[in-house]
């Protein structure tokens, strides 16, 4: 990293030279910018300090002492600078010190070591830069040039990638992880380290804490090559899902814009223990996106491991730096490394007919068993991706500490679980091996060896390039305002459902003046749009006669069901599509949306003797819109029922047909089931339920949640927490509760006994069942927001109290 990295700076923006400068501005303070390369746009410069102006403020020069301080290190150094500075923070880059922690002799210096930033702290800066007038529309359409004409100013040099994966079964570091990470002569330019199964503990599972983070991270850093340094450049984690990313000391100049993001895809749709882990990042001109990712186990659950990529795919995005440009996705990038427990199986039933294949090495043979190969010939996952040719024996499953098959009482057939993919121009794979050597987990690492072609600047034709375009820029500013065809501006939705995502899209085409166009909020409303309509991208910047598509995406979940339902919102919106210097368009979107149990109120399904789908919207809304009451107050309506009958049918059937079923609750169900499942209920078709038990399982966690008062009234909330711990008082907060949410609270308590009585064969026990139940009975009243770690575990040992000490209930004691 050259000195001038360091040096404040701005940019001329019709030549282009970089100058150091001070901005003073009234505020008496100074905003302090730091350029990775000549400073063109809004992206090409951070904010990276503001200073504060005394009256006795002076300014000296100071000259660099020619010192560099890197972060990274051999593995003795523990990562640290060259024994100096400031040790690497564990899980993230670029955190600003207060100022007074660092005196000022060496101030400049650990600004030099904070050389790969995450954009946690950039974001903010350059949303600041980016509102100045400078950093306006005439930046972006700059940038959008440079972006077509790369080709004219960059040249392709290969960098070397280290991209591995390993599931470590819970287990702690128990060997030296250098036959995995550097088996090979050539120091990797890059590492990609990523793990499945951190931590198994039900501590990590549901409160997200581990130390075996720590451990791992030690353990890989020990192991980094031993001939090059390294800097680390972001660490993730969901639950037992992580990924590192590493680079050698001298590109850490070059390593910007990094942002890391996570995905879960376990029960409802957010439970980490199975989901994704990924890190964005630039790398001189060239994006790069690193997913590790666990899939949903066993042989027969192929297709939710295809939801599950999907899910990752669609909801893994990244901030960008520029706030006014819409979130990245995954296949937004030039380069994908997708690494991890994929979890794909080999489909021949025959496990000694598998071990002989492997024992003749007839890998190939094999291969056209591998669920991964057949679903990708399919195009049901990782569409446009290459894998390189398995020339080593299947990853799992291993006795622990062997070589040997899995001799347990399941006996796992052998598969390819641990798998890495790539996708993007420029890779040519050198190596893709597993390590046998390592005999930690039932797993066996995998690694691949990867050189990448990377765009790399030449500055001088950079600097031309740039030129020329600011130049045939200044002969069309101010030509004209712009202006733009829609290809539909009436958007109708038709039998909208809750949880089912509905999509229309419509194109903008770009006259001949650029624009930049933007969906904004009408008068007296704070967002663009209502609640369940999304339109993507919500914002963005056309080049002349260039087109876009945007997609308005219709959702309709927990937090709208319920005034949909009583009628108080409908499918109406009108969205108001501005361009800068240009005018505003209007689009209609219109539709009906068919009521469902989803979203309705206990008390509400109580009085709904019928399926809602039976009775007249009126009678809907009416019920709906119905005050909760503590107890009957003589009302003239036909007595409720003491339980939804939409729950007793939920539940009567996981008590029929999942009561001994493994990992209830804890392993999602498939989306087409769902949709499936909430038409039985909104039709009262309950003899045509057909689902497998645990999208059951996950209808009737989804069912609890969409609830608009929860189970234990929100009024109750704080009493339940203070009470917590103590089973006579919290007794008597359940009795004070209105009868039907008293009714429901027993009657699933009865139900969680039973699951528990049938431990040996459902492995299922009183601290998970706590722990998945205790968020969603109880839940906070102040915005619905997320419980605090704190009440979350008062929450658990609430309802855990009640699974301990079960009163004697019949299941078939209420009537639906």
């Not at 024994?83 to 690497?88: M, S, W």
């Not at 591995?164 to 060997?175: D, I, L, M, R, W």
């Not at 330019?189 to 804490?209: M, N, P, R």
């Not at 203070?722 to 919290?730: H, I, R």
């Amino acid at each position: 990293m050259r000195a001038e990295h360091a040096e404040a700076s701005t940019v001329d923006r019709r030549n282009g030279p970089v100058h150091p400068v001070l901005t003073m501005l009234p505020a008496l303070s100074l905003f302090l910018y730091t350029h990775r390369r000549m400073a063109i746009t809004g992206d090409d410069v951070s904010l990276d300090q503001i200073v504060p102006v005394s009256r006795d403020f002076t300014l000296e020069e100071v000259s660099p002492d020619g010192e560099l301080y890197i972060l990274g290190g051999s593995s003795s150094d523990e990562l640290r600078p060259n024994g100096k500075g400031l040790p690497v923070d564990q899980s993230s880059w670029g955190q600003n010190k207060p100022e007074n922690s660092l005196s000022r002799q060496n101030k400049s210096k650990s600004e030099i070591t904070n050389m790969v930033r995450s954009s946690t702290i950039t974001v903010s800066d350059k949303a600041h830069i980016l509102s100045m007038q400078k950093f306006g529309l005439r930046d972006t359409i700059v940038k959008s040039h440079l972006i077509q004409k790369e080709e004219d100013y960059t040249y392709i040099q290969n960098f070397r990638f280290f991209v591995g994966t390993y599931n470590v079964n819970g287990q702690s570091p128990k060997e030296c992880l250098r036959p995995w990470l550097s088996h090979d002569t050539q120091a990797p330019d890059v590492y990609c380290v990523g793990f499945q199964e951190l931590d198994l503990s039900k501590e990590a599972f549901f409160f997200h804490d581990t130390p075996k983070e720590e451990e791992w991270f030690k353990a890989v850093s020990e192991a980094l090559h031993p001939d090059a340094k390294y800097a680390k450049v972001k660490l993730i984690r969901l639950v037992g899902i992580m990924l590192l990313l590493y680079v050698k000391q001298e590109h850490a100049a070059y390593i910007s814009e990094v942002e890391a993001e996570t995905v879960g895809t376990g029960i409802m749709g957010r439970m980490g223990n199975k989901g994704g882990v990924a890190i964005r990042f630039q790398f001189h001109n060239t994006s790069i996106c690193v997913v590790n990712s666990h899939l949903a186990a066993h042989t027969e659950e192929y297709e939710r491991r295809n939801q599950d990529y999907k899910d990752i795919c669609s909801r893994m995005q990244f901030c960008q730096v520029d706030p006014s440009l819409p979130p990245l996705t995954i296949s937004k990038h030039d380069v994908i490394l997708w690494l991890g427990d994929l979890n794909y199986r080999i489909e021949d039933p025959d496990v000694e007919k598998v071990k002989k294949l492997i024992e003749e090495k007839a890998f190939q043979t094999l291969y056209a068993y591998d669920q991964l190969r057949a679903q990708v010939a399919a195009k049901a996952v990782f569409e446009g991706f290459s894998e390189g040719e398995l020339t080593f024996q299947p990853t799992y499953k291993y006795d622990t500490g062997s070589d040997d098959w899995d001799t347990s009482e399941k006996c796992r057939a052998p598969a390819w679980c641990d798998r890495v993919l790539w996708k993007g121009k420029n890779i040519t794979q050198l190596s893709y091996q597993s390590h046998m050597a390592l005999k930690t987990s039932d797993h066996k690492p995998v690694s691949s060896v990867f050189d990448i072609g990377v765009r790399v600047i030449n500055e001088e034709l950079y600097r031309k390039t740039l030129e020329e375009i600011v130049r045939s820029l200044d002969k069309m500013e101010n030509a004209n305002i712009p202006s733009v065809s829609l290809s539909k501006r009436e958007f109708c939705f038709q039998n909208v459902k809750y949880m089912h995502l509905q999509v229309e899209s419509f194109t903008i085409r770009n006259g001949q003046v650029p624009c930049q166009f933007e969906f904004i909020s009408k008068p007296n409303e704070e967002f663009y749009c209502k609640q369940w309509l999304r339109a993507s991208p919500s914002r963005g910047f056309l080049l002349p006669d260039s087109a876009i598509e945007i997609e308005l995406e219709l959702f309709v979940n927990k937090t709208t069901a319920t005034k949909l339902n009583s009628g108080e919102d409908k499918i109406e919106d009108i969205l108001v599509l501005h361009l800068e210097r240009g005018k505003d368009y209007f689009l209609s979107v219109s539709g009906n949306y068919i009521p469902s149990c989803f979203g309705s109120p206990i008390h509400t399904l109580c009085y709904m003797k019928e399926p809602i789908l039976d009775l007249p919207l009126e009678t809907i809304r009416e019920l709906t819109l119905m005050q909760l009451q503590t107890e009957d107050n003589g009302s003239q309506l036909e007595k409720p029922t003491d339980i939804p009958k939409e729950l007793w049918i939920l539940v009567d059937y996981l008590y029929r047909n999942a009561i001994q079923q493994e990992d209830l609750f804890q392993q999602p169900g498939l989306r087409s089931e769902f949709d499936h499942i909430r038409d039985c209920l909104d039709t009262g078709m309950i003899d045509n339920l057909s689902a497998s038990n645990h999208s059951v399982a996950e209808a009737l966690l989804l069912f609890l949640e969409s609830l608009p008062e929860p189970v234990i009234c929100y009024s109750a909330y704080r009493n339940c927490l203070e009470c917590s711990g103590n089973l006579a008082a919290s007794k008597q907060v359940i009795t004070a509760l209105p009868a039907c949410h008293r009714n429901v609270f027993t009657y699933l308590m009865a139900f969680l006994q039973e699951l528990l009585k049938n431990s040996a064969k459902n492995h299922l026990d009183d601290n998970i069942l706590a722990s998945i139940f205790g968020s969603l009975l109880l839940r906070n009243p102040a915005g619905h927001q997320k419980l605090e770690m704190a009440e979350k575990k008062k929450a658990q040992e609430f309802v855990h109290q009640f699974l301990t000490h079960p009163e004697p209930l019949s299941l078939l004691s209420y009537s639906a």
